[in-house]
Nanobody, 117 residues
Framework: QVQLVESGGGLVQAGGSLRLTCVAS????????MAWYRQAPGKQRELVAQ???????DYTDSVKGRFTISRDNAKNTVTLQMNSLKPEDTAVYYC???????????WGQGTQVTVSS
């Protein structure tokens, strides 16, 4: 079963950029659906970006054109490049995976992203 660890969060000014990295302890391969979620205080956790086993990507409307999700199966990593950050992007960001074959899912511990205005 895959275990996930996020890194790259921090404090950044509005308009700046951050790159979040999710490292899997086990091989994710192309058979794993991968995604980034976020949860702001007092709000429901929401899906931010996803990448399927076939490489197809999708984003929530609020981040389209600003965020990019990518994966490197050889390195067992998934990255979320965040540009033109806004204060409303402030949240704890979580990495998520699920195997298309076994349906086993995993969550990372989360990493805090704070965007100041």
């Amino acid at each position: 079963q895959v275990q996930l660890v996020e890194s790259g969060g921090g404090l950044v000014q509005a308009g700046g950029s951050l790159r979040l990295t999710c490292v899997a302890s086990g091989s994710i391969s192309s058979r794993h659906f991968m995604a980034w979620y976020r949860q702001a205080p007092g709000k429901q956790r929401e899906l931010v970006a996803q990448i399927t086993t076939s490489g197809s990507t999708d984003y929530t409307d609020s981040v389209k054109g600003r965020f990019t999700i990518s994966r490197d199966n050889a390195k067992n990593t998934v990255t979320l490049q965040m540009n033109s950050l806004k204060p409303e992007d402030t949240a704890v960001y979580y990495c998520y995976s699920v195997s298309d074959i076994t349906r086993l899912s995993s969550w990372g511990q989360g990493t805090q992203v704070t965007v100041s205005s």
